[in-house]
């Protein structure tokens, strides 16, 4: 058997710096916030990238895609640059512990895209 999610997928500008609010509300029950974040690290570990600023979301927000609100508690935020000139996509490891009774490590993806 095969279990499969989707990855989302952010695109950035080569050379930029962003705030990233990655929505983790499906992955999480619905009385259950973010305790805390123990990562957000590049999978591929090619030591392009700079991610700083990690923590979870202190107020709710709408996502600009969907229009969806995100509850306090529900997203993992982080800031990300890249060291490249050039266009490349690299795959996020995200890890963060919940305030279920017992915890819940929850480990999730995300491709941060850097386009020309």
Known sequence: MTCKQPIDEVILTVGSTRKISH???????????IASVSGVVDDDATGDLTIA???TNSEAYTE???TDTV???KAVQFTVSSSTTS??????????????????TVVD???V???E
Do not use: E, W
Not at 23 to 33: E, G, H, K, P
Not at 87 to 104: F, G, R, V
């Open 23 to 33: 929505n983790c509300t499906d992955a999480i029950a619905s009385a259950v916030t």
């Open 64 to 66: 600009q895609a969907t």
């Open 113 to 115: 895209c850097f386009a």
């Open 109 to 111: 993806f995300l491709h």
């Open 87 to 104: 266009a490349k996509k690299y795959k996020l490891k995200i890890t963060y512990t919940t305030d279920a009774t017992p915890t819940d």
């Open 53 to 55: 600023n990690v923590s």
């Open 71 to 73: 509850a306090i508690g």
